[in-house]
Protein backbone atom coordinates (compact mmCIF):
# COMPACT_ATOMS: atom_id res chain seq x y z
CA UNK A 1 0.00 0.00 0.00
CA UNK A 2 1.43 3.36 -1.08
CA UNK A 3 1.21 6.50 1.12
CA UNK A 4 1.33 10.15 -0.63
CA UNK A 5 1.11 13.29 0.58
CA UNK A 6 -1.92 15.60 -0.41
CA UNK A 7 -2.14 18.71 -2.50
CA UNK A 8 -5.81 19.86 -3.40
CA UNK A 9 -9.22 19.21 -4.60
CA UNK A 10 -12.88 17.47 -6.27
CA UNK A 11 -15.96 14.75 -6.21
CA UNK A 12 -19.40 12.91 -8.41
CA UNK A 13 -22.69 13.97 -7.97
CA UNK A 14 -26.29 12.53 -8.47
CA UNK A 15 -29.61 14.23 -6.67
CA UNK A 16 -31.84 11.69 -6.63
CA UNK A 17 -35.19 10.94 -4.83
CA UNK A 18 -35.31 7.70 -2.79
CA UNK A 19 -34.84 6.65 0.81
CA UNK A 20 -32.09 4.80 2.95
CA UNK A 21 -31.01 4.60 6.57
CA UNK A 22 -27.95 6.62 7.81
CA UNK A 23 -25.76 5.40 10.08
CA UNK A 24 -24.60 7.96 12.38
CA UNK A 25 -21.41 8.15 15.01
CA UNK A 26 -22.09 5.86 18.01
CA UNK A 27 -22.82 8.35 19.84
CA UNK A 28 -26.16 9.35 18.09
CA UNK A 29 -29.07 7.19 17.19
CA UNK A 30 -30.17 5.97 13.11
CA UNK A 31 -31.78 8.89 11.38
CA UNK A 32 -35.31 8.36 10.09
CA UNK A 33 -35.47 7.78 6.35
CA UNK A 34 -34.92 10.42 4.27
CA UNK A 35 -37.32 11.43 1.36
CA UNK A 36 -34.98 13.33 -1.11
CA UNK A 37 -32.60 11.10 -1.04
CA UNK A 38 -31.06 8.90 1.74
CA UNK A 39 -27.57 7.42 2.67
CA UNK A 40 -26.18 5.22 4.89
CA UNK A 41 -22.65 5.51 6.83
CA UNK A 42 -21.19 3.85 9.43
CA UNK A 43 -19.35 4.77 12.81
CA UNK A 44 -17.04 7.86 12.69
CA UNK A 45 -13.21 6.75 13.13
CA UNK A 46 -10.63 7.79 15.21
CA UNK A 47 -7.52 9.13 13.35
CA UNK A 48 -5.38 5.95 12.27
CA UNK A 49 -8.20 3.28 13.09
CA UNK A 50 -10.09 0.89 11.66
CA UNK A 51 -14.21 1.09 11.02
CA UNK A 52 -16.48 -1.95 11.16
CA UNK A 53 -18.83 -3.26 8.45
CA UNK A 54 -22.19 -1.54 9.05
CA UNK A 55 -25.12 -3.38 9.69
CA UNK A 56 -27.49 -0.91 8.31
CA UNK A 57 -29.72 -1.28 4.93
CA UNK A 58 -28.29 -1.02 2.07
CA UNK A 59 -29.48 1.90 -0.42
CA UNK A 60 -32.30 0.95 -3.07
CA UNK A 61 -31.43 0.93 -6.69
CA UNK A 62 -33.47 4.20 -7.25
CA UNK A 63 -30.24 6.22 -5.62
CA UNK A 64 -28.61 5.78 -9.15
CA UNK A 65 -26.19 4.39 -10.98
CA UNK A 66 -22.46 4.82 -10.49
CA UNK A 67 -20.59 6.48 -12.67
CA UNK A 68 -16.69 7.01 -13.72
CA UNK A 69 -16.80 9.73 -15.57
CA UNK A 70 -15.06 12.70 -13.72
CA UNK A 71 -15.08 15.59 -12.52
CA UNK A 72 -18.60 15.90 -10.65
CA UNK A 73 -19.77 19.32 -9.88
CA UNK A 74 -22.82 20.17 -7.63
CA UNK A 75 -24.28 24.08 -7.21
CA UNK A 76 -24.65 24.91 -3.31
CA UNK A 77 -27.96 25.57 -2.27
CA UNK A 78 -26.21 27.91 0.40
CA UNK A 79 -23.66 30.86 0.81
CA UNK A 80 -21.88 28.82 4.09
CA UNK A 81 -22.58 25.33 5.06
CA UNK A 82 -20.70 24.66 8.39
CA UNK A 83 -19.48 20.81 8.66
CA UNK A 84 -20.82 19.05 11.39
CA UNK A 85 -19.63 15.68 11.17
CA UNK A 86 -17.95 13.79 9.46
CA UNK A 87 -18.41 9.67 8.92
CA UNK A 88 -17.19 6.54 6.97
CA UNK A 89 -19.02 2.92 6.58
CA UNK A 90 -19.20 0.23 4.39
CA UNK A 91 -21.85 -1.70 2.27
CA UNK A 92 -22.29 -4.75 0.03
CA UNK A 93 -20.94 -3.38 -3.01
CA UNK A 94 -19.80 0.13 -1.94
CA UNK A 95 -18.09 1.97 0.64
CA UNK A 96 -19.55 5.36 1.84
CA UNK A 97 -18.31 8.75 3.02
CA UNK A 98 -20.90 11.19 4.73
CA UNK A 99 -20.84 15.25 5.37
CA UNK A 100 -23.16 16.50 7.78
CA UNK A 101 -24.04 20.36 7.56
CA UNK A 102 -25.75 22.83 9.99
CA UNK A 103 -28.30 23.99 6.93
CA UNK A 104 -27.74 23.73 3.03
CA UNK A 105 -25.40 22.17 1.01
CA UNK A 106 -21.85 23.64 -0.21
CA UNK A 107 -20.57 24.10 -4.34
CA UNK A 108 -18.74 21.12 -4.59
CA UNK A 109 -16.30 19.60 -7.06
CA UNK A 110 -15.27 15.35 -6.96
CA UNK A 111 -12.06 14.77 -8.94
CA UNK A 112 -9.41 11.98 -9.51
CA UNK A 113 -6.07 13.37 -7.89
CA UNK A 114 -2.15 12.77 -8.23
CA UNK A 115 0.40 12.92 -5.92
CA UNK A 116 2.29 14.71 -4.27
CA UNK A 117 -0.37 16.09 -2.01
CA UNK A 118 -0.22 19.35 0.16
CA UNK A 119 -2.29 21.48 2.81
CA UNK A 120 -4.83 24.12 1.12
CA UNK A 121 -3.31 26.81 3.87
CA UNK A 122 0.36 26.03 4.39
CA UNK A 123 1.83 24.04 1.64
CA UNK A 124 3.24 21.06 4.22
CA UNK A 125 2.71 17.57 3.05
CA UNK A 126 0.11 15.31 3.91
CA UNK A 127 0.01 11.99 4.23
CA UNK A 128 -2.53 9.96 1.90
CA UNK A 129 -3.02 6.25 1.82
CA UNK A 130 -4.03 4.16 -1.43
CA UNK A 131 -3.32 3.25 -5.05
CA UNK A 132 -5.84 6.33 -6.20
CA UNK A 133 -7.12 9.47 -5.15
CA UNK A 134 -10.47 11.32 -5.33
CA UNK A 135 -10.24 15.27 -4.31
CA UNK A 136 -13.49 16.80 -3.03
CA UNK A 137 -13.32 20.64 -3.15
CA UNK A 138 -16.11 22.20 -1.53
CA UNK A 139 -16.55 26.02 -1.64
CA UNK A 140 -18.33 27.29 1.46
CA UNK A 141 -18.08 23.77 3.03
CA UNK A 142 -16.45 24.44 6.18
CA UNK A 143 -15.75 24.18 10.00
CA UNK A 144 -15.30 27.74 10.09
CA UNK A 145 -17.67 29.34 11.90
CA UNK A 146 -18.75 33.56 11.06
CA UNK A 147 -17.93 33.76 14.74
CA UNK A 148 -14.54 32.36 14.72
CA UNK A 149 -15.21 28.94 16.22
CA UNK A 150 -15.12 25.48 14.75
CA UNK A 151 -18.59 23.85 13.52
CA UNK A 152 -17.09 20.53 13.76
CA UNK A 153 -13.85 19.19 16.37
CA UNK A 154 -13.93 15.17 15.08
CA UNK A 155 -11.33 13.02 13.31
CA UNK A 156 -10.10 14.53 10.26
CA UNK A 157 -7.78 11.55 9.22
CA UNK A 158 -9.73 8.09 8.83
CA UNK A 159 -8.10 4.98 7.77
CA UNK A 160 -11.00 2.70 7.57
CA UNK A 161 -9.52 0.22 4.55
CA UNK A 162 -12.43 -0.94 3.33
CA UNK A 163 -12.18 -2.93 0.53
CA UNK A 164 -12.39 0.09 -1.93
CA UNK A 165 -11.91 3.40 0.25
CA UNK A 166 -8.92 3.06 2.13
CA UNK A 167 -8.19 6.25 3.79
CA UNK A 168 -10.23 9.91 3.94
CA UNK A 169 -7.92 12.50 5.22
CA UNK A 170 -9.09 16.75 5.28
CA UNK A 171 -6.18 18.70 2.81
CA UNK A 172 -7.02 21.55 4.30
CA UNK A 173 -9.78 24.23 5.42
CA UNK A 174 -8.78 27.86 4.58
CA UNK A 175 -11.23 30.84 3.65
CA UNK A 176 -14.71 28.94 3.99
CA UNK A 177 -13.09 26.36 1.47
CA UNK A 178 -12.40 22.59 2.24
CA UNK A 179 -10.75 19.53 0.76
CA UNK A 180 -10.62 16.42 1.30
CA UNK A 181 -8.87 13.30 -0.13
CA UNK A 182 -10.10 9.83 -0.65
CA UNK A 183 -7.33 7.29 -0.69
CA UNK A 184 -8.81 4.25 -3.23
CA UNK A 185 -7.31 0.49 -3.35
CA UNK A 186 -7.94 1.08 -7.16
CA UNK A 187 -9.69 3.84 -9.47
CA UNK A 188 -13.61 2.92 -8.48
CA UNK A 189 -16.63 4.33 -9.94
CA UNK A 190 -18.53 6.78 -7.57
CA UNK A 191 -21.66 7.97 -6.59
CA UNK A 192 -22.87 11.41 -5.00
CA UNK A 193 -26.22 11.58 -3.00
CA UNK A 194 -27.55 15.04 -2.01
CA UNK A 195 -30.04 15.15 0.96
CA UNK A 196 -31.77 18.50 1.53
CA UNK A 197 -35.23 17.71 3.05
CA UNK A 198 -34.86 15.29 5.62
CA UNK A 199 -33.10 16.31 8.84
CA UNK A 200 -29.68 17.85 8.56
CA UNK A 201 -28.60 18.09 5.27
CA UNK A 202 -25.44 15.38 4.08
CA UNK A 203 -23.28 15.18 1.22
CA UNK A 204 -22.99 11.35 0.35
CA UNK A 205 -20.21 9.64 -1.16
CA UNK A 206 -20.21 6.21 -2.48
CA UNK A 207 -17.41 4.38 -3.74
CA UNK A 208 -17.99 0.93 -5.74
CA UNK A 209 -16.07 -2.15 -4.83
Known amino acids: MRRYRLASVAIVGVLLAGCIGDVVSP ?10 ASTSSAPS ?3 GSSVPTSAEPIPSDALGAFSCSLPIVESA ?13 THAGHDRVVFEFNEGLPELTLDRAEPPFT ?18 TMRGGTKQT ?10 TDFHPEFTGLVSLVEGGDFEA ?26 LVIDVEH
Open 77 to 89: TVPRANITDVRVG
Open 119 to 136: HDASGMPVDVAGESFLRL
Open 45 to 47: AAP
Open 146 to 155: LENTSSYDGP
Open 27 to 36: STDPSTPGSV
Open 177 to 202: QSTWYLGLSGESCVRVIRLIDDGAPR
